[in-house]
């Protein structure tokens, strides 16, 4: 299960969503700010197209997005426990 | 990680301001059996948790006391909102506002601010979920006690409905502790630490 694509989403969806927060963070205080306003909107794009993909293969990242036959929220490693668990 | 949502949990809309009841209903923030403590218990005790069920249950629940503590705040900032000087004299509010002025500082009812001491983390999970059942009852009794003292509906129906939380909280970590004992094998009569002992 811990093949190297897993990874590799994961690393997009952090980018992508880094990339995101840094932009609310500026926006908050300048909401008038054209380049801010678009790059957040491209990073969220990409970041929700990386969430559906990691989703769809490994399991859910938030819980609204959790479900199944059998409730896949409790399902494979928490964020905190590295390979060794 | 985490993310915001821009609502309450219940609604929040009181019409009459009343600082006497924010002075009590504030210790469900800051005070020994309030949210924040709530919130940083069961965060806190996720990293020991030997079981995937109990470990979806703390991350649950603490993140829901968070939001908790935001309906607590709601309630306590508009009890306070348009006071005179006269209106924060007579009814008891002047200690708390002249360091706090009408923000939101967790303290206790008494006046004491927040402290880590009001819970454990011990790595110890029938330990640590024995408490958490321990502190949904806590909660629900200061529930009770702020109910006693509150016949403003506005107020009393958000925290009714956080008292009935406690209830259902409680039930969990009942369904949690068990999944931890069942977990525990013959070996393991006097239940040892599954986090820590391994045999």
Known sequence: MNDNRKETLMRKIQAYGFTAHECALY???????????????????????????????????????AGGQSWNWVKGAWPWQNKED | MWSYEKKLQYPVNIKNPNPKLAKLIITQFGGPDGELGAAMRYLSQRYS?????????????????????????????????????????????????????????????????????????????????????????????????????????????????????????????GDALRIVQDNLDYKNFYAYNPSFDKR
């Open chain 2, 49 to 173: 948790m030997p079981y995937n069920e109990a470990i979806g249950i703390l991350t649950d629940v603490g993140t829901e006391e968070l939001a908790h503590m935001e309906m607590i705040c709601a309630i306590v900032h508009q009890l306070t909102k348009g006071l005179t000087e006269k209106e924060i004299l007579d009814q008891g509010f002047a200690d708390y506002f002249v360091d706090h002025t009408t923000g939101l500082y967790p303290v206790a009812a008494s006046g004491v601010p927040w402290n880590a001491n009001t819970f454990q983390s011990t790595g110890d999970p029938i330990a640590d979920l024995s408490e958490d059942l321990a502190a949904e009852q806590k909660a629900r009794k200061t529930y009770d006690n702020i109910l006693r003292f509150t016949d403003d509906y506005d107020v009393a129906d958000p925290i009714r409905f956080l008292r009935e939380r406690e209830i259902v909280h409680f039930q969990r970590f």
């Open chain 1, 27 to 65: 926006l908050d205080c300048h909401p008038n700010n054209k380049q801010a306003l678009s790059r957040y909107s491209k990073a969220i794009t990409e970041m929700n197209e990386a969430v559906a993909q990691y989703e769809g293969l490994y399991g859910p990242i938030t819980v609204q997005a």
